[in-house]
């Protein structure tokens, strides 16, 4: 179904009333110039047959005129022929009509023509068929004869309205024809932006990092324009984390300084006040670690509409195999090929990379990360094999306003933010023990559908 809205129904719609306007047009205009045609070639032989009509026209001493009718077309003389002639002089006395055998007792009407002048009129016939009649004027000693002769148009009109009729169906299938052309060349000539727009949607999904350059003339500024602005807001972005990072490494230096000084023989008389600093300066040295763990994982610094599963936890498992090279970690990744999910795909590799960085912290040899889809929802499992956490404890992390990373050193500042991001997407988020593995298990529900 086209879209009232979209360019290639305007197109097409336009294209479809022009044709359909040629098309009313031209058939108006065959019709009109063969009806005219027509007309025209008929006047002139009724012109003739008057000249012949006239020719055995006589003209008596009392003015009255008479016929010789043995000279005229004989068609003149069967009733109803379709063939007619009537003569009426007029001026000086009493009139006088002289009719065709053809005719009968019926008149034919007309309006009056000056002398010297002649016309065409159309007009009914004695069966009330359509007559040609060609009228004229001529002045007779002192009076004036006014001749009419007449021509049933009714074979002439079937015969064109069999030709049209013919004409108007060739003219339809060779209408049909060409919009059927013009709308594969339209889709044809739209076919790029359909490219565009998958190139977009790979955009959308962190697939490709800009759009196709092979596009036609008129899109190439559009597309330059928007390649553009992504460039820039790449180099915004990796400048945003080059900063934050740097920042990070920067604030380690003064940090250890820090927790130097608060084990200096000198706070030792003060063993509350020193725990307390060194408590917040743990905190700040876990924010620190997390940007930076933060920035290691980020593999692509544009965020997309879409996740894949398959191409991003993959690079994000090997990545934090590399991290913690020393643990020999296997992570088992369980999910359908090809699996789309339609969440934003940085808000994912963050809450992904959070999860598997808390169970490679705490796991002993392996990970399982298993996503199922479900009516209306995505399920989402991360287990491990690790010492798990306490049944008083997991009650504590998932309690609403509790600050999870104030709750146990190692779980909560991860567990944190993937809370908030799933209360971002009005999901569901539990903690638990697996029953394989034996460790920490964490279950999260994502809506999909209106539920969101």
């Not at 004695?126 to 009076?143: A, G, H, S, Y």
């Not at 763990?293 to 398959?310: I, K, Q």
Request: aromatic share 6%; charged share 25%; proline share 4%.
């Amino acid at each position: 179904m086209i879209r009232s809205g979209s360019i290639k129904s305007r197109l097409l719609a336009t294209l479809v009333v022009g044709l359909l306007a040629m098309f009313v047009l031209l058939w108006l205009v065959v019709s009109g110039a063969l009806r005219e045609l027509t007309a025209n070639y008929l006047e002139d032989r009724l012109d003739q047959e008057m000249a012949s009509i006239l020719a055995e026209l006589a003209l008596d001493d009392k003015d009255v005129i008479t016929l010789d009718g043995g000279h005229v077309d004989a068609l003149f003389h069967f009733a109803f022929s379709g063939y007619y002639y009537q003569m009426t002089l007029h001026g000086g006395g009493e009139s006088q009509t002289l009719r065709s055998r053809s005719l009968g007792s019926f008149t034919l009407d007309f309006p009056a023509v000056p002398v010297g002048e002649r016309v065409r009129v159309f007009s009914k016939g004695p069966r009330n068929e359509k007559l040609i009649t060609l009228v004229r004027t001529i002045p007779l000693r002192e009076r004036q004869l006014t001749v009419a002769v007449a021509e049933d148009l009714t074979p002439i009109d079937e015969d064109l309205d069999r030709f049209l009729f013919i004409y108007s169906i060739i003219s339809l299938v060779f209408l049909v024809l060409l919009a059927l052309i013009h709308v594969v060349a339209v889709r044809r000539a739209m076919h790029p932006m359909e490219r565009i727009h998958q190139a977009v949607m790979q955009l959308e999904m962190g697939q490709i990092g800009k759009l196709p350059d092979d596009v036609p003339d008129e899109m190439k500024k559009i597309v330059g324009q928007i390649n553009h602005l992504l460039q820039k807001t790449e180099q915004r972005l990796v400048r945003s984390r080059t900063t934050i990072t740097n920042l990070a490494h920067a604030m380690k230096s003064p940090l250890a300084a820090l927790f130097q000084i608060v084990h200096h023989p000198t706070l030792g008389a003060d063993e509350p006040l020193r725990q307390e600093i060194e408590g917040r300066l743990e905190h700040l040295h876990e924010l620190i670690e997390r940007e930076l763990r933060r920035a290691r994982l980020a593999d692509h610094p544009l965020s997309g509409m879409f996740f894949l599963p398959e191409q991003s936890l993959g690079n994000l498992a090997r990545t934090l195999n590399t991290i913690h090279f020393r643990r020999k970690i296997e992570v088992e990744l369980d999910f359908p090929a090809g699996m789309l999910l339609p969440f934003d795909r940085e808000d994912m590799m963050e809450m992904f990379g959070n999860l598997l960085d808390n169970a490679f912290k705490w796991a002993q040899a392996r990970i399982r990360v298993t996503l199922r889809e479900a009516p209306g929802e995505v399920l989402i499992l991360v287990e491990d094999d690790g010492p798990g956490v306490q049944p008083e404890e997991r009650e504590m992390l998932t309690a609403r306003g509790v600050r999870l990373d104030e709750s146990r050193s190692g779980h909560g500042l991860g567990l944190a933010i993937v809370r908030e991001t799933v209360e971002h997407y009005v999901g569901s988020m539990a903690l638990g023990r697996s029953p394989d593995l034996g460790g920490f298990r964490v279950e999260i529900r994502l809506p999909t559908g209106a539920g969101r």
